[in-house]
């Protein structure tokens, strides 16, 4: 009963951003709206060349791709064999297959350990919570890059290095995700919780049958940006595995420039092949994934 | 009942308050202070240490690894690099945001086509960006040389000018991430209330004049968080630079965070690259308390 109320408030400015249904008011189709739609179009245009030039180069032979002269059809016709060598090659798989399984565990414990961090932090009154508050807080501020070098040799201390512990322990902290659950719990009547407590249920509970359901889409939008996150990160990656088997798809990616050299077609169709997944992913979720993002978007990085 | 019971049972529920807030708290603790808190601490000593992936001389040194920074031209250098992206690179990043929301936010048809084109990039690796840019940037067989001697305009030799590569990294990251701005912008205009504008048209406020009486200033508390977040996230630039000029040609496109890089994995000299990413962190500092004086000011 009270979800969708606390989703839109909490959501905030993100919930609107599903509504399709803009200010009727202003809808003449007057020169300045022609205008408009104009230079919409010229930037969407633009913004789709890279991944249209990608997409000719990849389909083409590869004597076609490095041909001096530039074309959008290519003389001898399109082609899959840059995507025949790539997936002979069975590395994008691989990866993709890394990348995957990493990111889904970072997501997974960044969620569990965040949500309960929240929890504590919005509901519970214990001694040095306010002390716990500002550390978290004032730790959204270090950039990561300052960390590689101690985590690293940490790393190297620990023998992670070259597993996927070493991948995933260090993205795990997300401050400012806690940050934005704590928000949301804030929000959610104590009165739902009080009943529960007179039957006697205990904290943990509570917070998995009544706290937990009711945010839902405050999950979702933690997840959605933590896994983008994860799934993108190239520095530590790069600097925790240097095992060809654990390679996740950002980092393997910058190998093939040197195995490939100047084929041309081919590193078009595996960067190609690794944008695929979150692109596809986004077209059958992109409302969530917007909202997503706007929520936790200025708290966030 | 007398009020020692009652005051024992409050001591004892505070007593299980304290359990499980911390209980609640203690796996976030765990890996806060094992990858965060004490990374943090131990790469300060370490850049106090003359330490190397070699195992060299890892005893105390004082600050001379500071001093050493302080006068070392190649860490000033990609220092003002890494400042000079930032600022070249956070005008357009905002700008362009703010006027792709502002079209769309006029209501034009297929809102999500647009919404897709334009956000989609963010959605992509590093990598995958860079290798789309190195291939349209290629001097003799790139889309962009071809498209500039169509229109009778001289080639440019992009990532292999020094004067032009860091540009050109900055059109790539432009199309790459203000996707993300864009998003946040377009939530905070559809975040004012429709009065505002029913109110203005009854007063024969046409598009314009509403851009610029209503949705601008609405906006300027958004504008304020979103360049903070963007000058944060410029400052840290690696991975496109590293992967397309790999700092090149001749460091003119090497960030600080490069720099950091090399002392310590190709220089192996951990010790020293821990106190560069001391003095790196200072900036990020500063930039953060400003942000941060500045959202107080705007809250109280």
Known sequence: ?301 | MSSTTLSRRRSVSRTQSNISGWGFAAPFLLFFLVFLVWPILYGFYMSLTGKSLTGANNGLIGFSNYTEAFGDADMWHSLGNTLYFTVISTVPLVLVALVMAALLNIGLPAQWLWRLSYFAPYLLASTVVSLFFTWMYNPQLGLFNDMLSKVGLPKVAWLNDPNVAMWAIVIATLWWTVGFNFLLYLAAMQNIPAQHYEAASLDGAGAWRQLFSITLPQLAPTTVMIVLLQILASLKIFDQVYQMTAGGPAGSTRPVVQYIFETGFTGYRLGYSAAISYIFFGLILVVSIMQFVITRRRSA
């Not at chain 1, 002979?88 to 990866?95: K, R, S, T, V, Y």
């Not at chain 1, 933690?222 to 595995?241: M, Q």
Request: charged content about 10%; glycine content about 4%; hydrophobic content about 55%.
């Open chain 1, 1 to 301: 009963m009270a979800t969708p109320t606390l989703t839109r408030t909490a959501a905030g400015s993100a919930q609107s951003l599903g509504n399709h249904k803009l200010r009727p008011v202003r809808k003449k189709p007057t020169i300045g709206r022609i205008a408009a739609v104009a230079l919409a179009a010229v930037i969407a245009v633009l913004w789709l060349i890279p991944f249209a030039w990608a997409t000719v180069t990849a389909f083409k032979s590869e004597t076609d791709a490095a041909a001096s002269k530039i074309s959008w059809v290519p003389p001898s016709g399109f082609t899959f064999d840059a995507f025949a060598k790539v997936f002979q090659d069975g590395n994008i798989p691989l990866w993709t297959w890394n990348s995957l399984y990493t990111s889904a565990a970072i997501t997974a414990i960044t969620l569990v350990i965040s949500a309960l961090v929240a929890y504590a932090l919005s509901r519970i009154d214990f001694k040095g919570k306010r002390v716990l508050m500002t550390v978290i807080i004032a730790s959204i501020i270090v950039p990561p890059p300052v960390l590689i070098i101690p985590l690293f040799y940490q790393m190297l201390s620990l023998n992670l290095i070259d597993t996927s512990w070493a991948i995933i322990l260090p993205q795990v902290i997300h401050p400012a995700m806690v940050f934005v659950l704590k928000r949301f719990f804030d929000q959610i009547p104590r009165e739902l919780e009080e009943a529960a407590v007179m039957d006697g249920a205990s904290r943990l509970r509570i917070f998995t049958q009544i706290i937990l359901p009711l945010s839902r889409p405050i999950l979702a939008a933690v997840a959605i940006f933590v896994f983008i996150g994860a799934w993108n990160n190239f520095l530590w990656p790069f600097i925790a595995t240097n095992d060809s088997n654990l390679l996740t798809l950002p980092v393997g990616l910058q190998t093939i420039k040197s195995a490939y050299g100047i084929q041309y077609a081919q590193n078009m169709a595996s960067a190609l092949l690794a944008a695929l997944p979150l692109i596809v992913v986004f077209l059958f979720f992109q409302r969530q994934i917007i909202k997503g993002i706007a929520t936790t978007g200025l708290a966030g990085t």
